[in-house]
């Protein structure tokens, strides 16, 4: 298996360890601050959010940026959930939105 890790170093970092080895599989900037949302993965995807607000889904083979969406203003300091089906994110000023995860 793989773990995703999110730091909050630069402009917001998505890491994919190997589960067993601890070898670094990726690194991928999303270009915004990640404060404390951690990520989420379904269907291929890796999602993560960021302080600015802006939302973004890394392809979960090699880290590569699908889309990013921004949902701000608010800052995205929660953790995405997944039910497998959709994505779930909300921001600080109350907005909740839900994406495919695909």
Do not use: E
Request: charged share 10%; glycine share 14%.
């Amino acid at each position: 298996g793989t773990i995703y890790n999110a730091s909050l170093t630069g402009l917001g970092f998505v890491y994919a360890f190997d589960a067993v080895t601890g070898k670094q599989k990726w690194v991928s900037p999303t270009g915004s601050v990640i404060y404390d949302s951690s990520c989420a993965a379904a269907n291929g995807t890796v999602f993560v959010g960021s302080v600015s607000g802006v939302f973004s889904a890394l392809r979960q083979s090699d880290g590569g940026l699908l889309w990013q969406y921004q949902l701000g203003p608010g800052h995205l300091l929660a953790s995405p959930v997944t039910d497998g089906a959709r994505v779930y994110i909300a921001n600080m000023d109350g907005t909740v939105a839900a994406f495919r995860a695909k």
